[in-house]
């Protein structure tokens, strides 16, 4: 049981490092036990306190599984967060999408791009797809690489000297 147990604290010292739990002797650590009743098990405290505020608790099953405890407040950030980091994150992608399509003005591409998301019902949008669409539906918002060069046999001082 001795060996048992260094390893489980072993475990919770690896999981709270990657947690970077500063204390970890402040770290609350439940198990559930088996109780007489089928229907009901037992918390019992091995380490750390009931009054302790810092999350995760962390919770070993029967089974030896660790579980992370946390109050619906921290639930509910947690969520708020991975959120927050998606939209980032496909806002990212729509900028690459828009950029590598040189645009002439980003935010006017932008703004026709998100007045098309709004108007599609589609969960999963391609950006690439549409901002070719755009780029076709709307060739004045975007650089055309062919107005770039010069007509074959001019020189860019003959050009500049018209």
Do not use: C
Request: charged fraction near 35%; proline fraction near 3%.
């Amino acid at each position: 049981m001795e060996f048992k147990q260094r390893k489980e604290f072993r475990m919770i010292e690896k999981i709270s490092k990657g947690l970077s739990l500063s204390k970890q002797k402040e770290q609350t650590v439940l198990e559930i036990t088996p109780s007489e009743e089928e229907s009901t098990k037992l918390l019992r405290l091995k380490r750390g306190s009931w009054d302790n505020a810092k999350e995760p608790w962390l919770v070993y099953d029967e089974k030896q599984k660790l579980h992370a405890l946390l109050s619906i407040d921290t639930l509910s950030k947690m969520i708020e967060h991975f959120k927050k980091a998606e939209q980032e994150a496909l806002f990212l992608k729509l900028e690459k999408s828009i950029l590598q399509q040189l645009p002439l003005d980003f935010n006017d591409v932008l703004t026709v791009a998100m007045e098309e998301m709004n108007k599609s019902k589609k969960k999963d949008i391609d950006f690439n797809k549409l901002i070719k669409k755009i780029k076709k539906d709307h060739p004045n918002l975007f650089l055309d690489i062919k107005d770039l060069y010069l007509p074959e046999g001019a020189s860019i001082i003959s050009a500049t000297q018209r």
